[in-house]
């Protein structure tokens, strides 16, 4: 569903320091600010790959150091999220990487918003209850928890009972964009394109609402990510059989500098990504 380009996208929000905390606390969670944009802007993806599970050692020896601090909760689902996300494909592992992230992420909303703790279990209507109480202090626990939850359910993409929970991650990415449409360059917007573009038109989807998301995205980050562009010809120009706009798009990609504080990473696997769908595009259209 959600697939490798999503690595920087557990990793780009800032991770904010919230009220007040210890000397130790900070130095942690600056700690972890710092290994998200250290790995953000590295263009060897090998590096990323072979030093990841040293950082979910660190990370989690943090969370233990501080089990209630949402910042480092929050950088641990990231970075868990991320890295199974882009380097694991073996299934039972990923599985359990991804549900770490998940119950990170969780754990993070839970201390952030206790009418909206443990939301899978949740009834939709509570649910929706809870969202709508959110305000722009949430934001951060939102996305985190939302994220790490869509890469759960990627991974355990054979489960209807995952697949079930994606009404709710959409909601929740639909109340971020509500109170905050340009948070960390409106990513919120590109999981929103991806989620409305899963089915075709016929089958329930809503391309068009997709392809405003997509737009939106791209804009409010200035075409510094490039995810953007890819995931919107994948998703969007495969799905309603645009081959010009698919084209234009992924060939913008491959010419553009790759080099863009917050989104390297992600650019440098968008490129990769993008002369692959190139090469694929006679057989697809």
């Known amino acids: ?54 950082y979910l050692i660190a990370i989690d020896g943090m969370i233990q150091g501080d089990p209630e601090s949402t910042t480092l909760l929050l950088a641990g689902a990231r970075l868990y999220a991320a890295y199974a996300s882009a380097f694991v494909s073996e299934p039972k592992r990923l599985q359990h990487l991804t549900d770490r992230a998940r119950v990170y992420g969780e754990r993070a909303l839970c201390i952030q918003r206790a009418s909206l703790c443990h939301p899978r279990d949740l009834p939709f209507d509570a649910f929706e209850r809870a969202l709508a109480e959110t305000d722009e202090d949430d934001v951060p626990a939102l996305f985190g928890s939302a994220s790490a939850w869509a890469t759960w359910i990627q991974a355990n993409s054979g489960d ?112 990769e990504e993008a002369i692959t769908l190139l090469a694929e595009a006679d057989e697809y259209f």
């Open 160 to 271: 209807w009972n995952a697949i079930a929970d994606i009404p709710k991650v959409q909601g929740m990415m639909e109340r971020i964009v509500a109170l905050d449409s340009a948070y960390e360059s409106g990513t919120a917007h590109l999981y929103l394109g991806v989620l409305y573009t899963l089915r075709p038109e016929s089958m329930g989807g809503k391309p068009e609402r997709g392809r405003r998301h997509f737009e939106a995205s791209i804009e409010l980050s200035g075409g510094r990510n490039l995810t953007a562009k890819v995931l919107f010809a994948r998703q969007y120009a495969r799905l309603v059989f645009d081959r010009a706009l698919h084209d234009r798009l992924l060939e913008e990609v491959v010419a553009s500098d790759p080099d863009a504080a917050g989104f390297t990473l992600g650019n440098v696997l968008a490129q």
């Open 1 to 54: 569903m959600i697939g490798r380009l999503f690595t920087v996208l557990f990793l780009s929000t800032t991770l904010l320091l919230a009220g007040c905390q210890s000397m130790a606390t900070r130095a942690t969670s600056s700690m972890a600010a710092n290994i998200s944009a250290a790995v953000l802007d590295q263009q060897d993806t090998g590096i990323v790959r072979d030093g990841g599970p040293a």
